[in-house]
């Protein structure tokens, strides 16, 4: 069971973006089975959102030599090559990565 402050807790980290909805749903399970709390998971499992942007754009560039074929797609108009881009980069983060700022930098990197 998960008591009232730890759930307070739990819902203001989401709120503050510091997890993003995927981990976040990985958080409340371990709370719920557990029994810890949000930032005992958070800190146990190493979920805490990547707030470094330049390692996010390390990534971005790793993901956008790997994906050339999709990166063109996405210069000429096929904004559904940014979401698979995207996609790329969260899956070699673990979720890690914000979403906002992935796609900022792809369409920075993109131009």
Not at 20 to 31: C, P, Y
Not at 80 to 93: D, P, R, S
Not at 104 to 109: A, D, E, G, S, V
């Amino acid at each position: 069971m998960i008591d009232p402050d730890q759930f307070a807790e739990f819902v203001l980290l989401i709120y503050k973006k510091e997890i993003s909805s995927k981990i976040a749903k990985t958080v409340l399970k371990e709370m719920f089975h557990e029994g810890k709390s949000a930032g005992e998971v958070i800190k146990e499992k190493d979920l805490s959102q990547m707030s470094d942007q330049g390692e996010i754009e390390k990534i971005v560039l790793e993901v956008i030599e790997e994906n050339k074929k999709a990166a063109d797609d996405y210069r000429e108009g096929k904004e559904e090559a940014l979401k698979f881009l995207v996609g790329k980069v969260m899956a070699k983060t673990k979720g890690r990565a914000a979403p906002e700022e992935v796609n900022k930098i792809f369409k920075q990197q993109l131009k």
